[in-house]
T-cell receptor, first 115, second 115 residues
Framework: AQSVTQPDIHITVSEGASLELRCNYS??????LFWYVQSPGQGLQLLLK??????LVQGIKGFEAEFKRSQSSFNLRKPSVHWSDAAEYFC?????????????FGAGTRLAVHP | DAGVIQSPRHEVTEMGQEVTLRCKLI?????LFWYRQTMMRGLELLIY????????DSGMPEDRFSAKMPNASFSTLKIQPSEPRDSAVYFC?????????????FGPGTRLTVL
């Protein structure tokens, strides 16, 4: 079955530390993948997306993600976390179902940043 | 460039009352999605419109929920009568769907509380 899994519900890092948020997908074809961020009380903001081509994708706010087909993963990374990065992060996959492209979300990873 | 606009941002109402949520798409987009977000269920797709036509309403929980798209840039989600279990954050998202690329952009959401 097509799905997106984010294994970590909560992650806490210190400000300035590196960050990696995990995302695994299950899909029979080449996936289109996204990372969104949701700050408290806000909507979902698109960080980056992968459709094809270079497997290392650069996004906004200094984030990047790497598509690894062999591992069915699309992990989000940032070399140095800022306190303002505290938010919930959603990995999502575009799936063609019912005649249209449907966005399938992971359960989210809540990031806390310690000063 | 204006993003997706939702109103109201917050709505508090009493059980049994009618609630109408509004969404304005990004100019040029042809697809509109309504989602509901709760702690228990995460993000759920309620309904999807393409070119003003409802394509998939399988996520609409009950007949109390209805959605319309009277023109290419505007949609409403109505709950009548509202119940406390409808309390959630409701997002709309718009995209330009074509075969090769499809990215959803989310509005800020409407936080609905039904007392």
């Amino acid at each position: 079955a097509q799905s997106v899994t984010q294994p970590d519900i909560h992650i806490t890092v210190s400000e300035g530390a590196s960050l990696e948020l995990r995302c695994n997908y299950s899909y029979g074809a080449t996936p289109y993948l996204f990372w969104y961020v949701q700050s408290p009380g806000q909507g979902l903001q698109l960080l980056l997306k992968y459709f094809s081509g270079d497997t290392l994708v650069q996004g906004i706010k200094g984030f990047e993600a790497e598509f690894k087909r062999s591992q069915s993963s699309f992990n989000l990374r940032k070399p140095s976390v800022h306190w303002s990065d505290a938010a919930e992060y959603f990995c999502a996959m575009l799936m063609f179902s019912g005649g249209y492209n449907k966005l399938i979300f992971g359960a989210g990873t809540r990031l806390a940043v310690h000063p | 460039d204006a993003g997706v606009i939702q109103s109201p941002r917050h709505e508090v109402t009493e059980m049994g009352q009618e609630v109408t949520l509004r969404c304005k798409l990004i100019s040029g987009h042809n697809s509109l999605f309504w989602y509901r977000q709760t702690m228990m269920r995460g993000l759920e797709l309620l309904i999807y419109f393409n070119n003003n036509v409802p394509i998939d309403d399988s996520g609409m929980p009950e007949d109390r929920f209805s959605a319309k798209m009277p023109n290419a840039s505007f949609s409403t989600l109505k709950i009548q009568p509202s119940e406390p279990r409808d309390s959630a954050v409701y997002f709309c998202a718009s995209s330009f769907q074509d075969r090769y690329t499809d990215t959803q952009y989310f509005g800020p959401g409407t936080r609905l509380t039904v007392l």
